[in-house]
């Protein structure tokens, strides 16, 4: 049996994560039914608060917003992407691509940029940026990841199609979870309500997913689709 190994840049992640995600509980108003609310002295809180059942929810500033505010529209598509990376990452193992280790840190990282999404900054106070701030390091280690891969990758001559292989393939669909991810969140940093290095990290990611996928393709000796022409 594999005895599970939990690295401790991902308990750290995880750790963060439950912190803000138990933060952001506390923001919420209290429900009008009390018997089937969690409550903070019930020893395992329910997952469902049912504050969201009106179409409201909160920011990590406590702000109630309606659910197709650009802010969770951004952390749906970034929770989706995460998602999507998730998948590709399984695929991945399977084929024992050795960059599975990148993959993980992405999704931890994914977790940040959620973080300071929902933190709009017009509501949030010194103690909300200080949890939530983002680092441009995030970015560097992209950009040293993908001229690592680009080393190795023939260089481009023509289109490429999504396809070499299902690793290569899901990381193409995550790349292009990343753009709409990108897309919704552009409004929120151009607002002053993100930071930027949010944005850069997102347009980044969907280079290093490209060429992630590139190189998944090239290991494992699956052709790439190119563009023809439609005679
Ligand atoms: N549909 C959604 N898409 C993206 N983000 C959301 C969505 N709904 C809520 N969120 C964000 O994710 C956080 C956690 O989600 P959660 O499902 O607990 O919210 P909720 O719907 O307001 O509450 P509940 O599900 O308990 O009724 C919320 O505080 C909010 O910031």
Known sequence: MNSVIIRPALLRCFMRTQRIISELRTHKPLCSDRSSCATEDSKSPKIYTK???KGFSSTFTGERRPKEDHIFEALG???ELS???GLAREFCLDK???FTDQLDKIQCILQDVGSNIATPQSSARE???KRT???PQTITD??????HFTEELPPLTNFILPSGGKSSAALHLARTICRRAERSVAPIVRSGEADPDVAKFLNRLSDYLFTAARYAAMKETREEKIYRRPE
């Open 83 to 85: 998602s999507a990376i």
């Open 133 to 135: 701030k983002f680092s």
């Open 77 to 79: 598509n970034t929770d």
């Open 51 to 53: 504050t969201g059942d």
């Open 127 to 129: 103690s909300h940026r």
């Open 96 to 98: 024992g691509h050795i």
């Open 142 to 147: 992209l950009e040293t990841w993908i001229d």
